[in-house]
């Protein structure tokens, strides 16, 4: 199984960013897709999710400004940020639990900096 993120990067506050997961090795359509951010000294927190029927979760702070999406035939998940904050700074990371096992993205930076 193999999790490819990317589409980070250094933005002002108020600005979008695109995330995009690849994933390969999987039965991508029937998973349930994530997105997980880690900032300096906290712990990893879910961001959001999109199930194998389309729908979706949020956490409360990116509620309104993100958006996650599928491509179940470029077996993509996307994570649409809109009007970014500097909290929102972290590292983000897509996962798919497949079988019981969690599979990890190598992660993509984002940072939210005036």
């Known amino acids: 199984v193999q999790l490819q993120a990317s589409g980070g990067g250094l933005v002002q506050p108020g600005a979008s960013l695109r995330l995009s997961c690849k994933a390969s090795?999987?039965?991508?359509?029937?998973?349930?897709m994530r997105w997980y951010r880690q900032a300096p000294g906290k712990q990893r927190e879910l961001v959001a999710m999109?199930?194998?029927?389309?729908?979706?979760d949020y956490a409360d702070s990116v509620k309104g400004r993100f958006t996650i999406s599928r491509d179940n035939v470029r077996r993509t998940v996307v994570l649409q940020m809109n009007s970014l904050q500097p909290e929102d700074t972290a590292v983000y990371y897509c996962?798919?639990?497949?079988?019981?096992?969690?599979?990890w993205g190598q992660g993509t930076q984002v940072t939210v900096s005036s």
């Open positions: 999109i199930t194998s029927s389309r729908t979706t």
């Open positions: 996962n798919v639990d497949n079988r019981g096992t969690d599979f």
């Open positions: 090795g999987i039965n991508f359509a029937i998973n349930t």
